[in-house]
């Protein structure tokens, strides 16, 4: 990769990484009225920690990664009614924690929302050692010239294992922050994972060479012996 396309890209990385930042500090911080938030500050902390850690590691060793995260834009219709409907989720899950906090709605034990926050974190973790696993995990649906079927470390278990650590992710999310409120948007994540890796594993077995074969092996799709 040239060296003027690493540089966009670190600035890109940068751009995201504020941006993300920002909506953070609105969505938590803004939104609660208060920055006397200690789970929102854990959560932030605990996350981005790794993050960095791992956008820098993958700047230097696999920057066509960084590239391929970086594209959002969804070319299948039906993932992009998918992606509209989680992002409205994804949103929920946010600030209904923070709006939670500013009026008290729910009491959350601290020993619960610690012991969500390391779920959250084990989850990410995983999620992490997909992206080091498989380098063609983008966050749009679609098959690039040259990828490959992954089948080794969590992939020999279950055929999604990205999905099954986001699933668990963001449904520990809103219990971190301290609410039982910001579960119920949580609710409705398996139907969106759900819809999404169907269509997905549709365009895979289509277009990916030696994914037909691979779904044979590997039976299970999230949940091992489940589904």
Same mark, same amino acid.
């Given at each position: ?79 992009? /009614?998918?992606? #509209? =409907?989680?992002? &409205? %989720?994804f949103? !929920? ?5 923070? @709006?939670?906090?500013?009026? *008290? ?8 929302? /610690?012991?969500? #926050? =390391?779920?959250? &974190? %084990?989850?990410? !973790?995983l999620?992490?050692?997909?992206? @080091?696993?498989?380098?063609? *995990? ?25 999905y ?5 992710f ?15 948007p ?42």
């Amino acid at each position: 990769m040239p060296a003027t396309d690493i540089k966009t890209l670190r600035k890109t990385v940068l751009v995201r990484f504020f941006l993300l930042l920002t909506f953070f500090g609105v969505s938590l911080f803004a939104v609660s009225g208060t920055l006397k938030y200690w789970q929102a500050q854990a959560y932030i902390i605990t996350l981005l920690l790794p993050m960095s850690a791992f956008a820098i590691y993958m700047l230097k060793t696999n920057p066509e990664f960084l590239e391929r995260r970086m594209k959002t834009r969804e070319k299948r219709k039906p993932q992009k /009614i998918i992606q #509209l =409907a989680g992002l &409205l %989720l994804f949103l !929920l899950i946010y600030v209904l924690p923070a @709006l939670d906090k500013r009026f *008290a709605w729910s009491n959350v034990p601290s020993v619960v929302s /610690i012991s969500a #926050l =390391a779920i959250v &974190l %084990l989850s990410y !973790l995983l999620i992490l050692y997909v992206f @080091l696993i498989n380098s063609y *995990a983008a966050r749009v649906v679609e098959v690039e010239k040259g990828q490959k079927v992954i089948t080794k470390g969590p992939y020999a278990i279950v055929r999604h294992p990205m999905y099954a650590g986001s699933l668990l992710f963001y449904c520990f999310t809103p219990l971190a922050p301290g609410s039982f409120w910001g579960l119920v948007p949580a609710l409705f994540l398996p139907v969106i994972f759900i819809v999404r890796l169907l269509d997905e594993e549709k365009e895979l077995t289509e277009n990916l060479e030696g994914y037909r074969e691979y779904i044979q092996k590997v039976r299970y799709r999230l949940i091992p012996g489940i589904w």
